[in-house]
């Protein structure tokens, strides 16, 4: 079951902006719990020897605080597709916003289509991908 | 008249929106654009026909490219079968002195986009190697420019006394409109857009 009916969704609707924690602490515990522990993850230090401005946060723990955004929206909704284009790093220790809007709905399949971003303070695009959304 | 003149489609292979709901989106929001143009990546979308979804839409749908050079990206306007035979669009290393050339013997306009961006935008390309003979118009508001790409790109065509244009670049539904081109005169087929670049009388615009 989730929280949103089909009908009650519209097209153009904004999913809630959620700002996510992507300190180096967080991120870190991200990267021990999935066994990614490259340095360029979780030391800024490591990071700038590789060129990096920074440490990045993964790409999987970028696309998950996206489905994140998604079931917060609509809890107990079926994600059917996520896809996903990086653009450019999201920077740990940056206070980067993840944003959702409805972009088209199949009343045939009850599906809705996501449009999904990670912008940084400055609005810029890093992140930027689709969802199919059951509901 | 106002037209976004970079957009991507599903028809791309990093495009996610369909051309549908773009223009559900330019009118559910409201945006202040006549129409668009889609410029797919290395190639030109000959099959695809939006004249019912114009007319339902009330939008102007046309379509261009955007080929890769040996100096970063480059829209192009007024594709024919002349052009399509002149130059491989498909490859990643064209001459962007070649593209100029044929692009203008076959009738079209070429446009380098994004020049700010490193690796695939020309400024920094001219940095390194110098200008190129043969740009006139360059984009200079490009709504996919992180950081100062936009400002090197008019700071770049102040310089060398290129006229700007702007696009959005839109890969998803929600980023279409953010920049655009306004025009003097009325534009309703890829023949008038042309014209229209060539002669001048046009500016980039940008929303926020």
């Known amino acids: ?135 | 008249m106002i037209l976004d003149l970079h957009n991507h489609s599903i028809k791309s292979d990093d495009g996610r929106a369909k051309v549908e709901n773009y223009c559900q989106w330019i009118r559910k929001r409201g945006l202040p654009i006549d129409g668009f143009v889609l410029t797919e990546h290395r190639q030109f979308d000959a099959e695809s026909d939006y004249r019912g979804l114009e007319d339902r839409t009330g939008l102007l749908i046309l379509k261009g490219s955007e080929v890769e050079t040996d100096y970063g990206h480059v829209l192009v306007f007024g594709v024919n079968s002349d052009m399509l035979a002149a130059f491989d669009f498909g490859r990643v290393d064209l001459s962007l002195e070649r593209v100029l050339r044929e692009v203008s013997r076959c009738g079209g306009v070429a446009v380098p986009c994004h020049p700010g961006r490193p690796r695939v935008g020309m400024c920094a390309h001219v940095e390194q190697r110098g200008a190129v003979e043969g740009v006139e118009i360059v984009e200079t508001l490009n709504g996919g420019s992180r950081g100062r790409e936009n400002q090197v790109a008019a700071s770049l065509a102040e310089r060398m006394g290129y006229r700007g244009v702007g696009g959005s670049d839109a890969h998803i539904v929600s980023h279409i409109g953010r920049c655009a081109t306004r025009f003097e005169r009325e534009i309703a087929s890829i023949e008038d857009l042309v014209g229209a670049l060539r002669a001048g009388g046009y500016e980039a615009v940008q929303w926020e």
């Open chain 1, 1 to 135: 079951m989730t929280s949103r009916s089909y009908q009650e969704v519209e097209f153009g609707e904004d999913l809630p902006e959620v700002e996510v924690d992507v300190s180096l602490s967080n991120v870190t515990r991200f990267c021990h719990a999935t066994g990614m522990l490259a340095g360029r993850f979780m030391n800024h230090e490591e990071a700038r020897e590789e060129g990096l401005p920074q440490a990045i946060v993964p790409g999987i723990m970028s696309q998950g605080l996206l489905v994140s955004l998604v079931h917060r929206w609509a809890p107990g909704c079926g994600i059917r597709k996520i896809d996903t284009v990086f653009r450019a790093p999201v920077l740990v220790d940056s206070a980067p916003r993840c944003c959702g809007v409805v972009t088209d709905k199949d009343d045939d399949s009850r599906t809705v289509e996501l449009d999904l971003t990670i912008v940084n303070e400055q609005g810029e695009t890093r992140v930027l991908g689709t969802a199919t959304v059951v509901l």
